[in-house]
């Protein structure tokens, strides 16, 4: 009977290293591996839900790595959600809230599983769970970040070629900012008007360092900054967005809807980047979108260059937020050598298509994970 409790019976969380395509140079770290952390949880009902926990760089991006989203997966979440109701995905959430502080990347993976074994077990895609899509695609750009100014525009040109992306994001912060500013402006130069240039800066500046050279980078063709100064100089950056024509976009500095409220009071950011891991999972990251929505401020499907599993579910969280006004930046699946699902995420056409099957719509290969998990 559908009115039946579905209790959730187990929780399996693997750690899973996959090669990069290439070396993947941020202000904070250079990626030559990614590494998932990937739920599965099981119910009564024989139906499995997938999520997917994933940080860059160990714990040289966010506080939490993938050893201890294991962790605090095994050894606290799993005691405490074991036996619930799977289908009441906020009772399970608000449990676990009460006797977990923080950790929102294994929440995320939590409440991405919940939600995949729902839809699978009503037979609607996650989106339908979120009040359906706006929107069926959704366009994806590239992060140019092999540190080499002349690979960066080899590699853009080949993406604009075979029509996969024509938004790029280039990682600075790592550089001297005038040598960051000669290589923004080289990229721009050698692509032209083809192709729409953003650049992250990771809080790698200072707001002394950011006023003095986003006009630059604005000279160059920038047509957005991200998160150009430390995440808890929010005033900084209220002066910065308020300074500058430019838009400003949130990204360390706006992890959740609390964040997004205060962001939005002190008009700190012009753009808020979403990520299902920062807010803690799809449902937790709708509503970071509804404050960001309330105040007026635009939003980007934000990335933690998580494999297919995570991406997947993002965009499903992306498809439904009606103020996605800047695009996302899904293409964490084509970072990676290989992964760990039966059907990995392709961008065409400069799009991801939203999938409309049960749950994610997305399998794993065991072979694969068989494979690449750690602890083989
Ligand atoms: C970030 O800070 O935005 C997104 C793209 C990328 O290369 O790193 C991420 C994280
Ligand atoms: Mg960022």
Same mark, same amino acid.
């Given at each position: ?6 209790? /959730? ?7 899973? *290293? ?14 030559? @591996? ?7 949880? @099981?119910?009564? *009902?024989?139906?499995? +839900? ?32 074991? +036996? ?6 906020? #009772? ?13 990347? $294994?929440?995320? #993976?939590?409440?991405? $599983? ?22 069926? #695609? ?13 690979? *960066? ?7 604009? &070629? ?23 402006? =080289? %990229?721009?130069? =050698? ?8 650049? *992250? ?14 006009? !630059? ?11 150009? %100064? %430390? ?18 976009? #949130? ?10 409220? !205060? ?13 299902? $891991? ?33 991406? /997947? ?15 996302? &930046? ?8 290989? !992964? ?10 400069? &799009? ?8 994610? +719509?997305?399998? /794993? ?12």
């Amino acid at each position: 009977l559908a009115t039946e409790k579905v209790s /959730i019976t187990s929780l399996e969380a693997v750690i899973v *290293d996959l090669p990069t395509i290439r070396e993947h140079k941020l202000a904070m770290t250079t990626m030559q @591996r990614q590494t998932l952390v990937i739920l599965r949880l @099981r119910c009564e *009902d024989g139906i499995e +839900g997938l999520g997917e926990a994933t940080t860059i760089g160990g714990l040289a991006y966010g506080d939490q790595s993938p050893e201890t989203i294991k962790l605090a997966l095994d050894h606290y979440i799993a005691p405490l959600v074991t +036996g619930m109701d799977a289908r009441s995905v906020n #009772a399970v959430m608000a449990h676990v809230g009460k006797s977990v502080q923080g950790n929102a990347l $294994a929440k995320s #993976a939590l409440e991405t $599983a919940l939600l995949d074994a729902q839809g699978k077990r009503l037979g609607v895609p996650v989106h339908a769970l979120l009040g359906g899509a706006v929107r069926n #695609a959704l366009p994806v750009l590239w992060t140019l970040a092999s540190g080499d100014s002349a690979r *960066d525009i080899a590699e853009a040109k080949e993406m604009l &070629e075979v029509r996969r992306h024509n938004v790029f994001k280039l990682k600075i912060g790592k550089r001297a900012p005038l040598e960051d500013v000669a290589h923004v402006a =080289a %990229i721009k130069a =050698a692509l032209g008007d083809r192709a729409q240039l953003t650049v *992250d800066i990771n809080q790698a500046w200072s707001e002394a360092i950011a006023t003095r050279h986003i006009p !630059d980078l604005v000279d160059a063709g920038v047509m957005l900054i991200e998160q150009p %100064i %430390i995440r808890s100089n929010r005033r900084g950056m209220a002066r910065l967005t308020q300074r500058f024509e430019v838009p400003m976009m #949130a990204d360390e500095g706006v992890q959740n809807a609390v964040d997004a409220f !205060d962001y939005a009071a002190d008009g700190a950011c012009s753009v808020i980047a979403l990520k299902i $891991a920062k807010s803690g999972g799809p449902l937790a990251t709708m509503r970071t979108a509804t404050v960001a929505h309330a105040a007026g401020i635009g939003c980007y499907g934000g990335t933690l260059l998580e494999g297919t599993i995570g991406s /997947i579910a993002s965009a499903h969280v992306f498809a439904a937020c009606e103020n996605l006004e800047w695009g996302t &930046e899904l293409f964490g699946p084509l970072l990676v050598k290989d !992964d760990i699902v039966v059907e990995r995420a392709t961008v065409n056409n400069f &799009e991801l298509a939203v999938p409309n099957l049960p749950g994610l +719509g997305v399998s /794993i290969d065991e072979d694969k994970l068989a494979f690449y998990r750690r602890d083989r």
